[in-house]
Each structure stands twice: as structure tokens, then as C-alpha cells.
């Protein structure tokens, strides 16, 4: 592969409010003479005037593509600056780099997807890319159910896409860590949805979310049987080229830019990373 | 594979021919500063330059070849367009009075940067480069690459591989470059005699026996392959290390780097490239203030487990060069030899 520093101008075409601090970014490269696609899973290094570059996950399904989501927490000042652009506005894309989800994998098994607050995004594009897949008939996944933990019901994201997944058959479990009387769904983390879940052979659970979160549900799959190679994460790490050379990412012997950032539990075990305590 | 000629250079005759590859290139070589330091230096007038090729240069090439600041990309933000265009070519460069181990660093470097992905810009450097080495028959001060397998002569990789004989330079052809030279050049040299061979073999032997520090570099490899860093040793260095990251810098093998903009003006600017430390605090730290590596120790060793583990699980060889600087520069003393030496004695206990 021939490594780029030169991104790619790509144009806002819409915003997306998903809740107080989180915003998708509907973007499209200008120039369309080089091709682009990319698989769910994957990232891309989105450049902002002036501030340099960051590490965002590809949050739609190539399907969408010519357009394409990124899904923005506000986390610092380069993502506090994309922040404050408008549709029309141009950012810089260089990508799409990583390895993906296994999709080719996913026809016939159960998808237990588990997120936590912005980590919705990268799996979103998972469930579009097998929502498609399926209603085309072409591979169809056995059942999809996700699992959603969020600090409070106004940190929601992604609430219109629940709704549309709920409505085409994703049996889709929010929970709140705290919530007012208004709330009437579940309270409590998100591994305490997994109780209620069937964890069988079919399984395939994808997590994505704080390290934290990512520990505990790991250990819960692991002591209802879910096999190592079944249980997959994303890890998100500091990134500087996204391309396996500037080091920023290096993880015990692997870099999560190239290697990863999607991992099986099979190929974390053989790593020291915080993610497994 | 293609037959590499050997010549003799006659000491009188490397100016002359200095002085002629000088014309078509930029010619980098050791210079002895009037601080008392020895740095590789552009060389604007050969003749009256001071050349030191006696003590050990206190950087390597990397500054040349990954600058410590360089454009990576400039870029346009006007009428709403934001776009990037690539950095300047590189200058056709030549390197006289290379040290072997700091050659052994330009092919790792080699490595990481064309695997997973080929970066442009420093192939653009290395492309236009010629590398002159000069043997080290006389290892200085922490001096240890017959340890690590780069020195004190070379076998390959060189463009050019010099071996001080007294009165003449016994020089080696290792790439197509150097062939050229040899070649366009030619009367510069004389034939090697078998007299130059056996004087040249002589000089080997007796560097081989000068080294004065003995570093069990490949016995501290394999016993990272199989066990993990006794805390003991981490709490030990780490106690000793100010973070400050000169190791890092000054380490020929140590490529990682940060990428951040440099705001010119309103509509303009410059994607830049700088050196990094995986030993400093920050350096895998998140937007948000998360870090996931949040233990001193655990930076530390990443540096150490870096060369020593996990390069020598996929070369086979470590990308420790043994060229002694971070031993010159770390004054907490928690250098990669202070790290091998401890943790092969504690193995055998």
C-alpha cells in the first residue's frame, strides 16, 4: 500500500443532532475520479483547517456510499472545532484504514451487538450494511439484537435510526445509568441487558464502548459460553497516520491501525491491553 | 547478483573526489563544531570544511533522512475550498563518514517505512540519497553494535563502505550507486592489492577485540520472547527516568512521530511531521484526557520491549543498533544496556 499524507477534500452535505454532544457528519469526496469504499469497522482520518487530523470511525454502511457518516463526540478542540461547521463546509479525508468487521462471516448467525454512549458508531454501520444484506434477501443474518447503554435517556444517540431499526425487525434493549421518573425503559448497565439475552454457539457479539464497559461485558459473554473467536471489539487509541508507521498506537507488538481496530477476544488474550483488565 | 568491485582510495585523492560528488549533490559529513561537538553537517565548501571522522557523530542521519520538523503536505482553505497539495522534492544528498551502525539504522528505517505502507516522503529522501560509511576500527566510549550484529564493519546496505588503512581508504561498493562512483571516478582509485587485503582484515580483528562494553543484546531477546519484564526492573528504572525523552530523539531507530499543523494564515498552513517519544506520558494519550497508558513504567518498557521484543520477533534482530547514544545522554542512567544488563542477571539467578 502506498502511504498518503494527502487528503481528500470531502463536503458536509448534512448534520445530524444525535444529542448534546454527538453530531454525524454526512460527508462526500469532491473528487470521485479515485475510487472509495471502505467495509463497517473501518476508519478514516478526517482532516479540519488548521487543526490538524483525527481518527473517526466510518459510522453508515458502504451501501450509502457515494455518502458516508462520520458520528462526532465533542472531545477536544479538533473535534469541538468540526463541531462548528456547516453543510457546504469542506474537511480533508484520508482512508479508509483497518480491518473490518468480519461481515463476510455474519450470514446465518445471531449478532449480539453491545454499545456504549458514542461507541454505537462504528457498529452502526454493521447493522445497516446487514439490514441491507438482508432485506436484498442476499445472506441474511439469523437475528440481530443490540444492546444500548447510555448515561442518561438525553444522551440517547442515534434515536431516529433505533426507532428504524426496531421497525425492520432489530430487537434493539436501551438502557440508562440514571434517568428521572419520565424514563420508563431499563436502568443500569448495560451487562445487566445480557442476563436477559440467549447467548448460544450462533452467537457473534460485537462491542464497542469505554474500556470499561468492553471488560465487563467481555467477562459476562465469556461465562455464558460465548467462544473467544465470537466475542469481537473495536479499541480505539490515539492515531497519528492511521497507516502502521508513526507508533502512536502500538499495542504490545500490534498496531491497532493496521492489526486492528477490530479485534477477536481469541487475538486480544494475546495481547496486555487494558480493555481485559 | 551483481559482482561489487572493491577499490583503494589514496587519502590525498578524497577531497579531489569529494569535491567532485559534491557538485551534483548535497554533501553531508561529521564536522567538529567549535563547541566541541561532532555533528553531520552540510558541507558548503569542501576545502576549507573540517571534517571529524574520529569521534562519534552526536546525532545519526536521521535527522536528515526523517527531519526532526518536515512537510508532510501544505494546504489551502479559500472560497470554501480546503485542499492539499505534496512537499517539495528532495535534494539528491550525499553522506560521507557514516558510522556501520547508523547505516543499520537507514535499513530499519527502510523497513517501517515502506511495511504495512510506503511513505512517500521519506522514500523521496532516501531515494535521492548515497550513503558513504567509514568501519569503525577503533569502537568508542558505550560503543556495543558488535553486540547487536551492525558493526564494526559491514557486509552490505552501504553505497559506498569505506575502511581507513593508514594512508588509503579500502572502499567497498554495496549498491548501484556506489558502483557509479567507482566507476565515473575511477581515476581517483588503484586496484587492491593482496598487501590492502590482508591489512584490511588485520584492522578487523583488531576493532572486533577494542570493544569495551560487552551487552548481552541477544540473550536479553530471547529471554523477552518467553517472560515478561520482572516489575522489580520497572520500578527500578522507572524511578530513575525524567521522562524527558532524549533517548527517544537521539536513538537512530526510534521513528515515531506526531503529525500537527502549522496555521500560516487565515486561508493557509503546513501539515508537519515531528519526532515523537513513546516514553513520554502523552504520547497515547486521547482527546478527552483518557489514557490507556497511564503507568510511567509501562511507557518506558514499551521502548525497550519495542526494540528487544517485539522487532526481534518479527526480524529476527532487534532494531537496537548498539550505537551507545542514549547510553552518552541519559543522565538518570536508564539506558538500553542498564535494561539488558539488568535483566539478564536477574535471569540468571
Known amino acids: 500500500m502506498k502511504a498518503s499524507f494527502l487528503p481528500r477534500p470531502a463536503v458536509i452535505r448534512e448534520i445530524i443532532q444525535q444529542n448534546a454532544y454527538i453530531r454525524t457528519f454526512r460527508l462526500e469526496l469532491i473528487d470521485k475520479t479515485r475510487p472509495f469504499t471502505f467495509l463497517p469497522g473501518q476508519f478514516v482520518m478526517l482532516s479540519v483547517p488548521h487543526l490538524g487530523e483525527a481518527a473517526i470511525s466510518l459510522s453508515s454502511s458502504p451501501t450509502a456510499l457515494p455518502l458516508f457518516d462520520l458520528s462526532i463526540r465533542r472531545a477536544g478542540s479538533l473535534t469541538e472545532a468540526v463541531h462548528t461547521m456547516a453543510t457546504g463546509d469542506q474537511v480533508g479525508i484520508r482512508g479508509p484504514f483497518g480491518r473490518a468487521f468480519p461481515v463476510e462471516h455474519f450470514a446465518g448467525r445471531d449478532l449480539l451487538v453491545v454499545a456504549g454512549g458514542i461507541g454505537l458508531a462504528p ?84 462491542i464497542c ?53 477490530v479485534f477477536t477476544l481469541a487475538q486480544l488474550k494475546k495481547m496486555d491491553v487494558m480493555e481485559l483488565g | 547478483m551483481l559482482d561489487y568491485p572493491e577499490r583503494v582510495l589514496p587519502k590525498d585523492n578524497l577531497i579531489p573526489l569529494l569535491r567532485k560528488l559534491a557538485k551534483d549533490a548535497r554533501l553531508i559529513a561529521p564536522v567538529r563544531k567549535s563547541c566541541g561537538d561532532t555533528l553531520f553537517t552540510e558541507i558548503v565548501d569542501v576545502d576549507n570544511a573540517v571534517f571529524d571522522l574520529k569521534n562519534k557523530p552526536q546525532t545519526s542521519l536521521k535527522p536528515f533522512l526523517l527531519p526532526q520538523q518536515e512537510i508532510l503536505a501544505k494546504y489551502r482553505v479559500q472560497d470554501g ?170 536513538c537512530p531507530t526510534c521513528t515515531c512521530f506526531s503529525v500537527d499543523d502549522m496555521e500560516l494564515s487565515k486561508t493557509n498552513g503546513l501539515r508537519i511531521r515531528s519526532w515523537d517519544a513513546c516514553t513520554s506520558s502523552g504520547f497515547t494519550r486521547m482527546a478527552g484526557g483518557h489514557n490507556p497508558v497511564d503507568r510511567r513504567r509501562q511507557a ?47 535471569e540468571s539467578v
Not at chain 1, 460465548?226 to 508513526?246: A, Q, S, V, Y
Request: negative net charge; glycine residues 10%; contains cysteine.
Open chain 1, 123 to 206: 457498529l452502526k454501520g454493521v447493522i445497516d450494511y446487514c439490514l441491507y444484506h438482508q432485506e436484498l434477501g442476499d445472506d441474511p443474518v439469523s437475528g440481530m439484537t443490540l444492546l444500548y447503554g447510555s448515561r442518561t435517556p438525553r444522551d440517547i444517540a442515534f434515536q431516529e435510526t433505533l426507532s428504524s431499526w426496531q421497525a425492520r425487525g432489530v430487537d434493539c434493549r436501551l438502557t440508562v445509568d440514571r434517568a428521572g421518573d419520565e424514563w420508563q425503559g431499563a436502568v443500569g448497565l448495560v451487562t445487566e441487558l445480557l442476563d436477559n439475552c440467549t447467548v448460544t454457539e450462533n452467537t457473534t457479539a460485537l
Open chain 1, 209 to 261: 464502548g469505554p474500556p470499561i464497559m468492553i471488560r465487563f461485558v467481555i467477562a459476562k459473554l465469556v461465562s455464558r459460553g460465548c467462544g473467544d473467536k465470537n466475542i469481537i471489539t473495536t479499541l480505539e487509541r490515539h492515531m497519528k497516520c492511521g497507516m502502521g508507521i508513526c507508533g502512536h498506537c502500538h499495542l504490545d507488538g500490534k498496531l491497532v491501525c493496521v492489526d486492528g481496530p
Open chain 2, 81 to 250: 475550498e480546503y485542499t492539499f497539495s505534496p512537499p517539495d522534492a528532495a535534494r539528491p544528498t550525499i553522506y560521507f563518514g557514516v558510522r556501520s551502525c547508523d547505516l543499520t539504522a537507514v535499513l530499519y528505517m527502510d523497513l517501517i517505512f515502506s511495511k504495512p505502507s510506503r511513505d512517500a516522503t521519506y522514500f523521496d529522501r532516501r531515494n535521492n540519497s548515497l550513503i558513504i560509511t567509514l568501519g569503525c576500527n577503533d569502537p568508542l566510549d558505550n560503543c556495543f553494535c558488535e553486540s547487536t550484529g551492525s558493526g564494526p564493519y559491514l557486509e552490505f546496505g552501504f553505497g559506498l563502505q569505506c575502511i581507513d588503512l593508514g594512508e588509503s581508504y579500502f572502499v567497498s561498493a554495496g549498491r548501484r550507486k556506489g558502483v557509479d562512483v567507482l566507476e565515473k571516478w575511477g581515476y581517483f582509485f588503484r586496484p587492491v592489492t593482496e598487501d590492502d587485503e590482508q591489512r584490511r582484515y588485520q584492522l578487523f580483528l583488531e576493532a572486533r577485540g577494542r570493544f569495551t562494553r560487552n551487552v548481552q543484546v541477544d540473550h536479553a531477546c530471547r529471554i523477552l520472547q518467553e517472560n515478561p519484564v520482572p516489575e522489580s526492573l520497572l520500578e527500578k528504572l522507572s524511578s530513575r527516568c525524567y521522562d524527558c525523552g532524549g533517548c527517544a530523539y537521539v
Open chain 2, 300 to 346: 518506558l518498557s514499551r521502548r525497550f520491549l519495542h526494540k528487544l521484543k517485539h522487532d526481534f520477533a518479527l526480524h529476527s534482530k532487534p532494531s537496537c543498533t548498539g550505537c551507545g547514544r542514549c547510553v552518552d545522554i541519559c543522565f538518570g542512567g536508564v539506558d538500553i544496556t542498564t535494561f539488558i544488563d539488568l535483566l539478564t542477571a536477574s
